[in-house]
């Protein structure tokens, strides 16, 4: 007697049960798996929709478009206030630089957009050159047409700089000197050297311990008081003084959050081929430590950005400052123009910041060569 | 008498209270192939690894090639331009190309125009048998391969002694073959080698020497056979009992 228990031919193919095929059941299965998260579902969408149509109801259908001035802002009922950021976007770009004059911030927005952009696409050559003018040249022409009182440029003073020019020197300025200054900071910490290790460690933890305002206070306040009388540095050059160093301290931290990630064989292994300590930084450790945490430098970045609007503390017309003093202008003060102001500076500063995010998304996969399996 | 690689005279290295080598005494000829093994934690890496300053002995003089290891910064960097090193987990640098791995100390350490330096990087890959990998990241090879192109990259600067610890101890049985094949063949073009490794058919293959560690002194050495055949102390026959059942 012979017994089989195995299948020899294949048994018919029935359709897939209803309630997992169909379009119905997919939105289900993504919506609604059970009834519990089907109710969350539902309460965030009421929630979304609401939030949505009441901005889209202020921002765009009950919003004011054109007005010579706060008039039709005022009546009752009526929306964002657009024809007040019309009035003053300029303003909110180059805050009291001359008008007459704007051409040379202009031609700094363009060099520096250009370049800029030249250093950020992978595909566009010349990186060596670009990065050459964008860190060394770029600067120095920047200063030179902005201040100007060289070469028959008029002189214009920084406390007529502001707007977007002024929070984009800020940040830039921050981020340009707070990566190499804190990539050396997180070094020091880490050095043999007990002097180094106890000045850097010194320098990042008092730094980290105190708020940003604070540091620009001592530096705008305090510091005056310990220079020979006479010697007052510019204001905007001790606001970039304290937004760099503060950074730096926080950088310093996120870097060396890398360094402990890259294991003891790479050191070992550069040392084995003869490159000496900065070589092996330089050229094996730091790469593979600033590629992990990519991540956090951005984020250092993007905070650094939105704390430049700190700089009003100290009489700085950064883009904030000079958003917020358009409110007192009796032409346009409304019901409605605080609002549409910090409506359109949150815009301004998300966008700024959510470019950075994107584009680290993308260069972290491009500098993926990992290959985990 | 030929000249020596590597002399060793009364080496001593503590790690705190921990005596790790102990009066250690070696002389390597040029041109010798030396194995040395035993236990685990008896301190044959510590002993390679001061011979490139990996580590730093605290008594007595290590030689390489006619320079003293002494707290010279200028000696250190010497030393390791004549001395190559193979680790057990290979510690390539993941970020660079097969290639640029084997460029990148020729390039900055020895100053060599980067043609030049792809050349003979281009001609150690192929005696590695992996050309073709060149312009791969080491994190798409498989172990064996990632091992050889370690050997290369240390052969990419000339040396004159190469140091292997547990080159096959991280491999997969099929891929420790392709591994000993280039280190038999870089012995038999008569590099001087000093191996860690518990591989003892490449020992009765190749070595001139066998020297048997434990607890941080050099217990026995002696010429391959008589060393397998023959051992003279009981620590000996016992770990050879041990790694050969
Ligand atoms: N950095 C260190 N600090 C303190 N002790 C250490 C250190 N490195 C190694 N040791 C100890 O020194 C001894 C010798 O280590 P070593 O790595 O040289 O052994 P080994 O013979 O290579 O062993 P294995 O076969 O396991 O690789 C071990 O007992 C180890 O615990
Ligand atoms: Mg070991």
Redesign the interface.
Known sequence: MSLSYVRTIDAPKLPAPTTTAGTWAKLRERFAPTPLSGLGTLVIAVFLAWAIWSIFQWAIIDAVWTAPDREPCNAPGAGACWPFVQAKALQWVYGFYPIELRWRPNIVFLLGGLSLAGLLIPKIPFKGWNALFFFLAFPIIAYVLLTGGRFGLEEVGTEQWGGLLVTLIVAITGIVASLPLGILLALGRRSKMPVVRTLCTGFIEIVRGVPLITVLFMASVMFPLFMPPGINPDKLLKALVGVGLFSAAYMAEVVRGGLQAI?K??Y?????????YW?MML??VM??AL?VVIPGIVNSFISLFKDTSLVSIIGIFDLFNIVQSGFNDAKWASAQTGNTGYFALALIYWVFCFSMSRYSQFIERR?N????? | MTESAVVMKSVNKWYGQFHVLRDINLDVKKGERIVICGPSGSGKSTMIRCINRLEEHQQGDIIVDGIPLTTNVKNIDDVRREVGMVFQHFNLFPHLTVLENCTLAPMWVRKEPKAQAEETAMKFLKRVKIPEQALKYPGQLSGGQQQRVAIARALCMNPKIMLFDEPTSALDPEMIKEVLDVMVDLAQGGMTMLCVTHEMAFARQVANRVIFMDQGQIVEQNEPNEFFLNPQSPRTKLFLEQILH
């Open positions: 294991p064989g790479q070992e292994a550069s040392m084995a081929v003869g490159l000496s070589r050229l094996v790469p593979q590629k500098l060569t990992s290959y985990t399996r």
